[in-house]
């Protein structure tokens, strides 16, 4: 008995110490990069842990350096808030609206439409970036918001989600919403959307997280100054920029924040909407 004690407890503590492990290489590189864009120049890279602290990468940031040249970064900062705020809102909306036609009504060819959702999940997209960098050239979008906006106003892993979980709500409210005379819409925002709300958060997120790190499509879409994603600016840090570390991790902890305080403040909801969607 106290043997089988003594192994219990020998193999709850090797858990602890490969949880322990696994955590710190988690954070770890986040950790490295907050510390070494408050770090003095002369321990930038130099030290694993730095002793020496200041906001000089950030104010050199924010200045141009030396070639006094600022950068827009509270611009850019905006700019992708715009972007990726107007762009999840629309892949919402459209998703929801696609799903509920997917799983909810019957019409000719609805098989065909899932199969091409279900072949377009798995097609590679950067296959399609020529030619939609063509059609957004020839409709006059190039170096527009719209340009980073319209062409991503349409999630494929969010239809895939929402036809999955509008099926497995009974069509016993429909029929019982349209007895009461509400139209398909009503019956979208009234009834499935509020059943849905756990899975929204899901979606919502993951969607929002996405476009906020997305660079290759805002990259060659954009080119005025004024315009650029925080993404596009910091990458393109990599050629003045490359010899300065320092402003380099400043300038990544200002693009990770915002998705970091995002899981802060919402993870108990991401957590319970995942729990619920596997269910």
Do not use: C
Not at 104 to 112: M, N, T, V
Not at 127 to 145: A, C, E, M, S
Not at 153 to 173: C, D, G, R
């Amino acid at each position: 008995m106290v043997g089988s004690k003594h192994n219990r407890k020998s193999r709850l503590i090797i858990r602890y110490i490969f949880a322990t492990i696994l955590l710190v290489l988690l954070v770890f590189p986040y950790l490295y990069m907050i510390l070494h864009s408050f770090a003095d120049w002369s321990q930038v890279d130099r030290k694993l842990i730095p002793t020496k602290y200041s906001a000089h990468s950030y104010s050199w940031l924010f200045s141009g350096g030396e070639a006094g040249v600022p950068r827009p970064w509270l611009n850019s900062f905006f700019n992708s808030i715009i972007v990726s705020i107007s762009s999840t809102f629309l892949m919402m909306f459209f998703g929801i609206m696609v799903s509920y036609a997917l799983a909810k009504i019957a019409f000719r060819g609805k098989s065909i439409i899932n199969n091409m959702v279900l072949f377009q999940m798995f097609f590679p997209a950067i296959i399609l970036l020529i030619p939609n960098f063509l059609v957004v050239q020839k409709v006059g979008l190039y170096d527009t918001y719209w340009a980073m906006i319209i062409p991503k106003a349409m999630s494929l892993w969010a239809v895939f989600m929402y036809t999955n979980f509008f099926k497995a709500i009974p069509t016993t409210f429909i029929e019982s919403a349209k007895l009461d005379g509400a139209t398909e819409f009503q019956i979208l925002y009234k009834i499935m959307v509020p059943m849905a709300k756990s899975i929204t958060t899901v979606i919502f997120l993951f969607l929002l997280m996405e476009r906020w790190t997305e660079l290759l499509w805002d990259m060659i879409v954009v080119q005025s100054d004024n315009k650029l994603t925080l993404n596009v600016l910091l990458s393109q840090m990599f050629g003045p920029y490359a010899g300065y570390p320092g402003p380099m991790y400043a300038a990544s902890v200002l693009l990770t924040m915002p998705i970091i305080l995002i899981f802060i403040i919402f993870g108990k909801k991401l957590k319970e909407g995942m729990q619920f969607s596997l269910k």
